[in-house]
């Protein structure tokens, strides 16, 4: 079965340091993952997804996230924080084959001035 | 317009009220999924239609019943609701050939309906 575990329900940074979300995940197969940020009153965008390719992943808007599979994370960073990044963060996992998307209970993230 | 929409945005109801969300995809998509986004609790998938067969029910009570005419439309009709039903209820399309919730496909999500459930 797979699971996904976001460590950090809240994480707050100043503009301009660097962005760390931490996602660990379980999975029976070869997983493709996904991190997804929901801003308030919208509907989910996709930022990244890994899919068995490179495993370091760009995203949009200078997310990237890179594939460890031997500590099974998938965490989410980007080196300079702008105020429009303040938002909810979500780390998705699906095993490989016919099964739904796993979403974790997401990170919000707070940008201070 | 682009994307994925739903109306209504926000609804209040009460529990006797029979009420539908739709949701609409301008991707050309062939799969759409309903899910439920309740505080403090991650995104829980209600309904899976692709093509429009439905291929995933995830035990939900009888009183949410989806409906998919076609590929582009998709309704979620709603009686006798409780109060815990109040959430935000999402919906997503995504390009999905294998006739199932293929999680490699990316799934596009509209901005949601607000549910209040006095």
């Known amino acids: 079965a797979q699971s996904v575990t976001q460590l950090d329900s809240h994480v707050s940074v100043s503009e301009g340091t660097p962005v760390l979300l931490r996602c660990n995940y379980s999975s029976s197969y070869s997983p493709s993952l996904f991190w997804y940020v929901q801003h308030p009153n919208k509907g989910l965008q996709l930022l990244l997804k890994?899919?068995?390719?490179?495993?370091l992943v760009k995203g949009i808007n200078g997310f990237e996230a890179e594939f460890k599979k031997s500590e099974t994370s998938f965490h989410l960073t980007k080196p300079s924080a702008h105020m429009s990044d303040a938002a909810e963060y979500f780390c998705v996992v699906s095993d490989s084959g016919n099964t739904p998307l796993v979403f974790g209970k997401g990170t919000r993230l707070s940008v201070i001035a | 317009e682009t994307g994925v929409t739903q109306t209504p945005r926000h609804l209040v109801m009460g529990m006797t009220n029979k009420k539908s969300l739709k949701c609409e995809q301008h991707?050309?998509?062939?799969?759409m999924y309903w899910y439920k986004q309740s505080a403090k609790k991650p995104l829980e998938l209600m309904f899976v239609y692709n093509f429009k067969e439905q291929t995933e029910n995830n035990s939900v009570p009888s009183r949410f019943s989806p409906e998919c005419p076609n590929s582009s439309h998709l309704f979620l009709h709603l009686h006798t609701l409780q109060p815990e039903d109040s959430a935000l209820y999402l919906c997503?399309?995504?390009?999905?050939?294998?006739?199932?919730?293929?999680?490699?496909?990316?799934?596009?999500f509209g901005p949601g309906t607000r549910l209040t459930v006095l």
């Open positions: 890994y899919t068995s390719a490179a495993t």
């Open positions: 997503a399309s995504s390009q999905d050939p294998s006739g199932g919730a293929l999680g490699t496909d990316t799934q596009y």
């Open positions: 991707l050309g998509h062939n799969a």
